[in-house]
């Protein structure tokens, strides 16, 4: 069965360093998400990603993040310069269109 | 405003005891809704969705949650808890003109031997 995969599972940076998150979604999908839960909080949306551009943002997904589609199968987040805050579990998610999104197992950001 | 709630964040039942996790959500147009289990250090899995077929909807692991448009509610049952049910449960809406999941903010189930 299709899924979703991210890297690194775990990931320590110290504050201020970048980061890029990496997602490979389901390969037939066209709609792509990352959200991102703060331990013990629920799961927040950042931003959607569809046809080459972001459709739509959260307030947290502010000019420290971007994502980006290099090529035909990764989708990546990256955090230019990460703060203590942004320790957090972050999903990469997909959908072909109907209505349900498919969820990576997660990227635990330590930052340090 | 459109906005999803979960009545209780901590639920605990007996082995073999009904569980019931409460999901309410507020919105005009009935939304596309979301049942997902998270196991410690795990991601997010699908456990039922409804998507406007029929309002009573079955998911894994003998789950099941019915939709009901007047009491704008989607919450979710399992006859007989198991000891592998303890986890945390989200209920998720996709409310109709937004693509992004709006999550509630999770109840943790434990399974009392």
């Known amino acids: 069965e299709p899924e979703v995969t991210q890297t690194p599972s775990h990931q320590v940076t110290q504050m201020g360093q970048e980061v890029i998150l990496r997602c490979v979604p389901i390969?037939?999908?066209?709609?792509f998400y990352w959200y991102r839960q703060i331990l013990g909080q629920k799961v927040e949306f950042l931003v959607s990603f569809y046809n080459n551009e972001i459709s739509e943002k959260s307030e947290i997904f502010d000019d420290q993040f971007s994502v980006e589609r290099p090529d035909g199968s990764n989708f990546t987040l990256k955090i230019r310069s990460t703060k203590l805050e942004d320790s957090a579990m972050y999903f990469c998610?997909?959908?072909?269109?109907?209505?349900?999104?498919?969820f990576g197992p997660g990227t635990r950001l330590t930052v340090l | 405003a459109q906005s999803v709630t979960q009545l209780g964040s901590h639920v605990s039942v007996s082995e073999g005891a009904l569980v019931l996790l409460r999901c309410n959500y507020s919105s005009s147009v009935p939304p596309y809704l979301f049942w997902y289990v998270q196991y410690p250090n795990q991601g997010l899995q699908l456990l039922l969705k409804y998507t406007s077929a029929a309002t009573l909807v079955k998911g894994i692991n003998g789950f099941e949650a019915e939709f009901k448009k007047s009491e704008t509610s989607f919450h979710l049952t399992k006859p007989s808890a198991h000891m592998s049910d303890a986890a945390e449960y989200f209920c998720a809406v996709n409310f109709i003109g937004n693509e992004k999941l709006t999550f509630g903010t999770g109840t943790r189930l434990t399974i009392i031997p």
């Open positions: 998610a997909s959908t072909g269109g109907l209505a349900q999104q498919f």
């Open positions: 390969s037939n999908h066209l709609y």
